[in-house]
């Protein structure tokens, strides 16, 4: 069960990738526009732009394997793995997480002091929509904060 | 003429942080934030080796990876396809890396915490704009949202 700390997490002002791995475990990287614990805390669907998600799929369908990396703003940071369940074209619900999730990231890197010339075209500029849902059960999860906790296994 | 182009050396500056994803022998993906990509010359970039973290486990078991960077003058994102050569302890690379990375964890409230244990130098496979990540710089209508929050 995914505990509070990551929870919120992923439905704070974090920055998210999804990682997955071709048949010769070389390894991808799609960065998250958004994310969602479903509500039984055993498995997590987030958003990637379509035209990314393309290139990950036929990893996703072949294997399945995902992980999914959280950080904070404070450094804070998680790493949860697991299996695909499946995906599907985003919905008007989705893009309102999204926007939510956007509209949290840059307020918080705005009030941390991050410059503004390079903060908002940054957040502003990632590709979300037409996006892809993509959702995994969550298998293990690890601390991720930089120092020599890292890697420390949390469940 | 190598595999990274000049355009992309803004990005390997540390000025903003990078991703780097790996995979376990097991068939495992890991993705983790790295505060620099270190440009070598135009086939060899630079890891900072600072814990024996789950990356350098992956990398030392199955030496491919991909390191995605962000450009911080037009915000593009890159995608480097690389793979681990060797490791370096003294010399100028990694002397280079570790005054770059006390600057960084100064700056960062994390002085005490990073400390370079080797400077890990990966081979270029090949260095690409990631396709559908990112408008272009010049259609980012930050004004407009400038307003709406207002």
Not at chain 1, 65 to 75: E, G, N, Y
Not at chain 2, 17 to 35: D, F, W, Y
């Amino acid at each position: 069960m995914i505990p509070d700390s990551i929870v919120e997490a992923i439905h704070g002002a974090a920055v998210i990738s999804v990682g997955t791995r071709d048949e010769q475990l070389r390894a991808t990287h799609t960065l998250v526009v958004g994310a969602v614990v479903h509500p039984d805390r055993e498995a997590i669907t987030c958003f990637v732009p379509e035209q990314r998600f393309a290139r990950i799929q036929n990893n996703l369908t072949s294997n399945g394997r995902v992980t999914l990396a959280v950080s904070l703003l404070t450094h804070e940071a998680y790493q949860l793995k697991g299996a695909y369940l499946g995906s599907r074209p985003t919905d008007a619900k989705d893009l309102a997480i999204q926007e939510l999730h956007r509209a949290k990231l840059l307020s918080t890197m705005l009030q941390r002091g991050y410059p503004e010339a390079i903060v908002r075209p940054f957040i502003l500029g990632f590709i979300y929509q037409p996006g892809m849902a993509l959702s995994f059960r969550v298998e293990e999860m690890f601390l991720q904060t930089p120092g020599p906790e890292a890697g420390k296994k949390l469940n | 003429m190598g595999v990274l182009p000049d355009e992309i050396k803004p990005a390997l500056q540390g000025v903003m942080p990078s991703h780097m994803a790996t995979c376990s022998l097991a068939g495992e993906p890991n993705v983790t934030t790295v505060s620099q990509v270190y440009y070598v010359d135009s086939d060899h970039v630079a890891l900072s080796f600072q814990f024996f973290s789950k990356t350098i486990k992956n990398i030392r078991e199955n030496p491919y990876a991909l390191a995605w960077l962000i450009h911080p003058g037009t915000l593009d994102t890159w995608d480097l396809e690389i793979v681990y050569d060797h490791s370096e302890t003294s010399g100028p690379v990694f002397d280079a890396m570790d005054m770059q990375i006390e600057a960084i964890a100064s700056m960062t409230g994390m002085k005490g915490i990073f400390k370079l244990k080797a400077a890990d130098i990966y081979r270029v496979i090949s260095a690409s704009k990631t396709v559908g990540e990112r408008l272009p710089l010049a259609e980012i209508d930050t004004a407009a949202s400038a307003a709406q929050e207002k």
